[in-house]
């Protein structure tokens, strides 16, 4: 049996694929220009380029996985083979046009099987903040040495904050839940800005804009679907905030969870790498002085613990913490080894 030669007609995904692909490799010829210019100048290809492109990128984002980067791979090996082939004219082998752009879609389709399924974790270090735009057009910001696990799945997006401290500025998506499980709570949103933090045995919500609801999901294993999610968000919710107020509540229980009044700037301070303590306890206030300190500061009286400490101090600089100590408490330090220890007076 012999298979007949023929032209193939791309669609218009295969099309931005191979043109995603074909700009990722380097800069265009004279003609490649000219006939891409043509391409892009209709709105529904630019707009599948874009989707083609968003994917790409985040398939080299997502890790160094074997199947992601054999298929990347794959897909530049055939380009090259079938490059200076195009959709405009007849083409002889036919069938290795198509198997490369089919190659080609391949990665496209892997990787929203992969932004749709994958768990990515992001994370920072000691004295490091990071900016991350997730898939789905949702900015994260993560304070110092702080986690948090994201899967974006079709229906609900699931994030967790493992440690530390993160900000969400969340695409608006009324039919996906955005929800950040700390402890045996949920953070819910659909479009909206909060930070969540784990402080000690707390956990902190703090809303800029928006509508959030905190739930109970102690009892719920598994985690409850989107569908119990929305219910719970519009019914049972534990807490409803609103803007300019701060959730405060005990991280490892449910109950003695309350609500206060939140300073924007001081509780976002750390975004511009400055440390905001307002009536602090002096053990919660070193917990977030050593996300940034390469010496860990340790609290080796109990009397300490619940010193109280106001005032900015420019994050990773211990020393003017430790002067400030020194002038505004008992609180006396020295080192022992890699550490800092406090002692009372």
Request: proline share 4%; with cysteine; hydrophobic share 45%.
């Amino acid at each position: 049996m012999s298979v007949s030669e023929s032209s193939h007609a791309p669609t218009r995904d295969e099309q931005a694929a191979y043109w995603c692909i074909t700009l990722a490799e380097g800069e265009l010829e004279a003609a490649e220009r000219a006939e891409f210019g043509v391409w892009i100048d209709d709105l529904a290809n630019a707009r599948a380029l874009d989707e083609a492109t968003a994917v790409w990128n985040a398939t080299a984002e997502l890790g160094e996985t074997p199947e992601l980067i054999g298929h990347r791979a794959a897909a530049l090996e055939s380009l090259q083979r079938v490059n200076g082939r195009r959709w405009a004219r007849p083409i002889s082998g036919g069938w290795r046009w198509a198997a490369g752009m089919a190659a080609m879609l391949a990665v496209v389709l892997l990787g929203t099987l992969f932004l749709r399924t994958a768990t990515t974790e992001y994370r920072t270090g000691i004295g490091e903040r990071r900016v991350a735009i997730l898939a789905d057009g949702s900015r994260l910001s993560l304070d110092a040495d702080s986690v948090v696990r994201v899967r974006l799945l079709k229906e609900r997006r699931e994030l967790t904050l493992v440690r530390g401290r993160a900000k969400f500025d969340v695409a608006k998506d009324p039919l996906r839940p955005f929800a950040v499980t700390v402890g045996p709570r949920m953070v819910v949103a659909t479009g909206t800005s909060f930070s969540v933090e784990m402080r000690r045995e707390q956990m902190r919500v703090v809303l800029y804009e928006g509508r959030v609801a905190v739930l109970d999901t102690a009892g719920e294993r598994p985690r409850p679907d989107h569908k119990r999610v929305n219910a719970l968000a519009q019914g049972s919710a534990e807490m409803i905030l609103t803007p300019g107020r701060e959730l405060v509540a005990p991280l490892r229980r449910i109950g003695d969870a309350r609500v206060t009044s939140a300073d924007p700037v001081r509780s976002l301070a750390w975004e511009s790498g400055q440390l905001s303590f307002d009536d602090e306890p002096l053990a919660s206030a070193v917990a977030q002085v050593n996300r940034y300190a390469r010496e860990r500061i340790v609290i080796g009286d109990p009397r300490l613990a619940d010193v109280r400490i106001s005032g900015f101090f420019t994050a990773g600089d211990t020393g003017a913490f430790l002067d400030a100590l020194a002038e505004l408490s008992p609180a006396r330090a020295r080192r022992q080894g890699s550490e800092i220890v406090l002692r009372h007076e």
